[in-house]
């Protein structure tokens, strides 16, 4: 993949570090943006670097209204343009409906579905001056399933639905010139020290109820990403791209 210009929020470890690591290529540069994991990001940054693939740094809290457009101007300047856009930042919420507040729920939706927009629409003219270009977003399995043996993310869930609706739309508004689609990952290992919503007993209890007996990897996510934001993936757009060990099934 020659002279590609890629956004990735959310890239200090995780699905977001693994999509800069799988993207990264000579003539490729990514901006790897972090809230505020500096550390993080240097690393992912590096690791691009280490793959012949150039790399910049930008920083930004998506809760704050103005920083989508911040974010995206700064990367479209740092790489002189922008192909690809992967919206990836984003937490999971636990909290049942019967504690939820409107405090907490408003805030998985500003970050993780308006947040999704914000971005969307800063970059649009970025990416229709691109090449074969693509918006992709990480959704999550969340708003998929609803069992009484599986834990819910109710505030997630939401948010994360309002994205998968916003990639269909987007999809119809923005061809033929971008394809927008979305992955949809299943529970996903994280990286040694990052925030985890479920226990390592309640891990060990849904590596049963996932038809593949494993977690995802950050890497396993990471090559849907790829796919969709390469030539083979031209005649792809408003889908949504299950990498979740079948769990969604």
């Known amino acids: 993949m020659a002279e590609r210009r890629i956004l990735v929020t959310g890239a200090a470890s995780g699905i977001g570090a693994a999509a800069c690591r799988l993207l990264a290529a000579p003539g490729v540069t990514i901006a790897v943006h972090t809230r505020s994991n500096r550390e993080g990001a240097e690393r992912t940054a590096a690791a691009v670097r280490e793959k012949g693939g150039m790399a910049h740094l930008v920083l930004?809290?998506?809760?704050?209204?103005?920083?989508?457009?911040?974010?995206?101007?700064?990367?479209?300047?740092?790489?002189?343009?922008?192909?690809?856009?992967?919206?990836?930042?984003?937490?999971?919420?636990?909290?049942?409906?019967?504690?939820?507040?409107?405090?907490?729920?408003?805030?998985?939706?500003?970050?993780?579905?308006?947040?999704?927009?914000a971005l969307a629409q800063a970059a649009a003219s970025h990416l229709a001056a691109g090449q074969e270009s693509r918006l992709i977003a990480v959704s999550s399995f969340v708003a998929h399933v609803f069992r009484t043996d599986t834990p819910t993310f109710p505030a997630s869930a939401a948010a994360k639905a309002a994205v998968e609706a916003l990639v269909k739309a987007l999809a119809i508004e923005w061809a033929p010139k971008i394809t927008v689609n979305a992955v949809v990952p299943g529970y996903t290992r994280k990286d040694a020290g990052a925030h985890r919503a479920l226990t390592d007993a309640q891990w060990q209890e849904t590596l049963a109820r996932i038809p593949l007996r494993r977690l995802g990897e950050p890497e396993d996510v990471a090559a849907g990403i790829t796919f969709l934001a390469s030539p083979a993936a031209r005649y792809v757009t408003g889908q949504l791209l299950h990498v979740d060990g079948g769990i969604a099934v």
């Open 60 to 117: 930004g809290d998506l809760e704050d209204a103005a920083a989508p457009a911040r974010i995206v101007a700064e990367a479209a300047v740092a790489l002189g343009g922008l192909d690809v856009l992967v919206a990836n930042a984003g937490f999971a919420d636990r909290t049942p409906i019967a504690q939820l507040t409107a405090e907490a729920f408003a805030r998985s939706q500003a970050v993780i579905a308006q947040g999704f927009l």
